[in-house]
Structure formats: C-alpha cells, structure tokens
C-alpha cells in the first residue's frame, strides 16, 4: 500500500490523503484550506482523476462534514463517489440552500456505518464513529496488501461523544502498521494542560444565562450539533427558551436523530430573521418553513420574553435586533474558536458589540484531543508508524511518542 498526504503534513486544515493499492485509488478527505480567502478550484492538489475520467480513483471518503475536509468537493466531477457519514451527507445537502459561494453537495456513494467494514476493490475500510465537534465524524482503517492505515481523523475525548472515542481506545484494532494521527492542539496547548469539557461548557452558560437581565446572544455554528445540545441544556436548567432561525432548525432536522432538539419542542421557538425572510420568499421554500413554524414567533414576542430567552445568534439577525432595541442588558457569548474572532471577517462584528455596549463572554472549548489525551489515542492503538496530519507543529510528537516518521505534503511512501 502506498500513501501520499497530498496536503496536511504541516498544517491545520485542507486536510487531503491519496492511497494506491494495485493500480486503484482512494482519496482520504477533500478539504479547503484554513487561509484560503474563498472556496476556490486553485487549492484542488495535483491528483489523477478529479475530472472522472480515471477508473482508478475508486472514491473519495470524507471523515466528517466540516470544510476543511471536504470543501474542495466543490470542484470535481460527480461521476466520483463520494463516500461517508449518511446524516453528515443530509447536513451538507440542506445546508448547501443557505449558504452562499462554493458549497459543495455531496456526490453519491455509500454510507459510512460504524464498525461495518466496506469493500471497495483492492481496500477494506472500516470506520469507527468517533467524538467531534462535527457531526458524524469518523476515524477510518483502510486495510490492503496485508497491510493497516488508521486515519484518525479529528477526533476528541471530552466532547458529549466521548463514549465514542473511549469505546474505541477500549476495543482498538490490532496490527496497525501506520496511524495518521491529526494534532491540532499540539503547540496551543501544554502536555500537562487539558480542555474543559461540554459539560463544564453547559454550567459556564447557565451561569452567564442566570444573570443576564436583558437578551442573551449566544453565537456558535448552527452546525455544532453537539455545542446546541449543550445550549440546549442549559436553556433548560435555567427555564429559558432557546431561539433558532429557519437554518439551524434544518440542520437540527438533517442529523436525523429525534434525541436532539427540533424545532417544534416546546422549549423553543423559531423566530425568522427579515432578511432569511426574503430569502424564503426568493426561493419560495414556503414548505420548508411551514415544516418548522410550530414553534414560530415574530419580533413583538421575542421583545416580550427577550428577558427569557436565549437567541442563537448568527450575524444576519443584527439588523432585527437594532429596528426595535432588543439590545438593552443584552449580553453576547461567543462559542466558537477563538482564532476566528481576531479575523478581518469579524471586524465588524466586534465594531457592533462596542457601539452598542453589549459585553462579550467567550464559552468555549476545543473540537480536538488536548496532547494527554492523543498520547493516550495512539498508546492504545499501539500502531508500529505515527505520522503527523493536520498539525502545524509536526516536530513536536517526537515529544510525546518515540516511533514518528514525518513525510512531506506530495511524497509517496510505502506502508
Ligand atoms: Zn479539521
């Protein structure tokens, strides 16, 4: 078997792995690098077959929804399967509607399930379903020539899927020749340092949602299933209600799982911003909001349980929030990666908070295993080979594990 890491040696993001066996193909991952401006065809590595004309790219497996692993789906032909998660599929596919640019919708393929190994021509794969802060995330063995690639994928142990992870570091396969392991944390975080978990996330926001007096603005992905259950959560413990817009009540829906909250739980109410207004009416998506207007409130309610409720807040709901001053004592969690607020991006974002006074509170934590907990993942697994991906500091696993071999982004390497 052989491997190429097309692009993630050294870097967060655009993660992007080539594997041969027998004249046949496998891509592993197909991301958008974190510092490209837009989702642009330029960052596509230089790989056979992207166009369909090559029988010997067999597929295309996508680890989980997040862009920077499959962004650059957006520039290739669709004759090429696209293999990977069935409700990370659904997400990618219902969200491609609201967001603007090159979001790509998945090809067709099979559908990754848990420990239920595929065959695809000379390869094996087998995924592991594994704790992220994407949604159906998976770590994926890829077995041929009699030999075992373990892509890790990004993966944590302290998320609300931590079960996931543990049962895998319990039960790990054996003869693992090489494992691909991501360290995004490495360099952020001290070895001896760990994240808070989503729980410890939950008690931070009741506490900030307790004593808040006017509205609270709690902004994070709509696609960060997991964070919005913590929200969630808290919303109960504390009686508020949580609000959603058109979008994040999709995504909720597309996870396919009736144990996360839905639009039409009592304990929410969908209020739509004006401008999504005028995007249901361009696109004429009267279903689609019919589907989730159980729970729907127009802006005289939300000023009147402003003080009770919890907004997930994306930026387009700015302009609503000024028209009637639903700003008064309102406070703005921030819950994201910190990296993305230093960002031009969020100049104006951070402009609209000083104008208006409105303190920001930031509840955070990281989608990815902290140093102690990756050295764990790998001792486990106990495979014969560590290479670096998805990390910009491939020099320092050798500080954490004694059998690391780095290759450059565009070697090919023998397994
Ligand atoms: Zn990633």
Known sequence: MQICIHRGAKEIGGSCVEVISNGKRLIIDLGLPLDAEKNDEKYLPDISGFDGNDDSLLAILISHPHLDHFGLLAHINSKIPVIMGADARRI????????????????????????IPIELGPFKITPFLIDHSGYDAYALMIEADGKCLFYSGDFRIHGRKAKLTEKLIANPPENIDVLLLEGSTLGRLEIHESFPSESDIEKKLVDTFTNTSGLTLVHTSSQNIDRIVTIFRACKKTGKTLVIDLYTAVMLEATGNKNIPQSDWPEIAVYIPQSQRIQIKNNKWFDLLKKHSRNRIFIEKLQEISTQSILLFRPLHIRDLEKVNLLNNAV?????????????????????????????????????????????????????????IHTFMPDKYKELFNNVQLYADGEYWEV
Do not use: C, M
């Open 92 to 115: 990618l596919t219902e969200a491609s509607r609201f967001l603007p640019g090159n979001w790509p919708i998945p090809a067709n393929g099979l559908n990754l399930k848990s420990e």
């Open 332 to 388: 703005y969690v921030y819950s994201q990666w910190e990296g993305y607020w230093e960002q031009d991006s969020y100049s104006y974002l951070r402009e609209w908070l000083t104008k208006h006074n409105i303190p920001k509170v930031s509840i955070h934590t990281s989608g990815h295993a902290g140093p102690s907990d990756l050295k764990r993942f790998a001792d486990a697994l106990r495979p014969a080979k560590i290479v670096p």
